[in-house]
């Protein structure tokens, strides 16, 4: 499983999903996967081999579920930082039919590094969206939860699994 690298101060933390995981439990597990990946191609562009303070790091996120806030909070301590920003209109990876929701964030540096990480169009079946707009409307069934519980699971795995060019679009904004 890989691993995501980040300096808390001068120590050097070894972060994988299992540990955000443990953290955020299992009721969004696609959006806990998806955003691990996110944070690793992100650093990746902006840091290479090398490894980020915490404090170094923004990030505006287009999507403000549960399973993203922790990944980006458990990696980056942004939220408790106040360097965590929501925008459900971001305009790029606007997939959702039911609402204004973006699978894209934008991770940023205090030296004005930023890119722009954004889920791919197709990785989330049509399914997904209609179930969440059911648990919004509160008209899950039993069924409907049991499946939708096997949906975040299958695509949790299938996120971590997948190559990144298949799973996100990474794009250098500054």
């Given at each position: 499983m890989s691993i995501i690298y980040i300096k808390d101060n001068k120590e050097l933390l070894h972060i994988g999903f299992q540990d955000i995981k443990k953290y955020h439990g299992n009721l969004?597990?696609?959006a806990v996967a998806v955003g691990f990946r996110s944070l690793q191609a992100a650093f990746q562009e902006l840091f290479g081999s090398g490894a980020p303070?915490?404090?170094e790091i923004s990030i505006v996120s287009g999507?403000?579920?549960?399973?993203?806030?922790?990944?980006?909070?458990?990696?980056?301590?942004?939220?408790?930082?106040?360097?965590?920003q929501v925008n459900v209109d971001y305009p790029a990876?606007?997939?959702?039919?039911?609402?204004?929701q973006s699978?894209?964030?934008?991770?940023s540096t205090t030296d004005g590094k930023s890119v722009e990480v954004s889920l791919n169009d197709g990785f989330l079946p049509m399914e997904f969206y209609d179930f969440l707009?059911?648990?919004?409307e509160k008209t899950m069934t039993e069924q409907d939860t049991e499946r939708f519980t096997k949906i975040k699971q299958e695509l949790s795995?299938?996120?971590l699994l997948l190559p990144q060019v298949e799973l996100l679009t990474v794009r250098r904004i500054s």
């Amino acid at each position: 499983m890989s691993i995501i690298y980040i300096k808390d101060n001068k120590e050097l933390l070894h972060i994988g999903f299992q540990d955000i995981k443990k953290y955020h439990g299992n009721l969004a597990l696609m959006a806990v996967a998806v955003g691990f990946r996110s944070l690793q191609a992100a650093f990746q562009e902006l840091f290479g081999s090398g490894a980020p303070d915490r404090k170094e790091i923004s990030i505006v996120s287009g999507h403000g579920g549960p399973g993203f806030r922790d990944a980006f909070e458990f990696v980056t301590r942004a939220v408790t930082r106040g360097a965590y920003q929501v925008n459900v209109d971001y305009p790029a990876a606007q997939y959702d039919p039911h609402r204004a929701q973006s699978y894209a964030y934008v991770i940023s540096t205090t030296d004005g590094k930023s890119v722009e990480v954004s889920l791919n169009d197709g990785f989330l079946p049509m399914e997904f969206y209609d179930f969440l707009k059911k648990g919004r409307e509160k008209t899950m069934t039993e069924q409907d939860t049991e499946r939708f519980t096997k949906i975040k699971q299958e695509l949790s795995d299938r996120a971590l699994l997948l190559p990144q060019v298949e799973l996100l679009t990474v794009r250098r904004i500054s």
